[in-house]
């Protein structure tokens, strides 16, 4: 079996690429084509895109540009206790709201 045949037989509704091909994609062709194609495959299955490792406005950009879903990484925020996200989850959304930053894009 091949390890994507997996997508198929379980019941997912995400698939989500790991921040060592988003870290650089700006740079490389290689993995921003493997990144594009795997945006394309999500779509085409009717999953969820999340891109993992966001570090810089140009990844979250060329993203957003390739149509991912939603992201995740350094970019937004470093990784917090529970104590501290409620705050920081609170803020982020404000912010959203008012378009100083992309968080999510909706289907």
Partial sequence: ???????????IDTLKIDKS??????????HDSIVKATIALAHALKLKFVAEGIETKGQLDRL???????????????????????QWACNYQCEAKTGKVIVSKSS
Avoid: H, W
């Fill in 1 to 11: 079996y091949s390890s994507l045949d997996y997508i198929t037989k379980f019941p």
């Fill in 21 to 30: 091909f988003v870290s650089d994609m700006e740079e490389n062709p290689a």
């Fill in 64 to 86: 957003v540009e390739l149509g991912c879903d939603e992201a995740q990484g350094y970019f937004f925020s470093e990784p917090l206790p529970a104590d501290r996200f409620l």
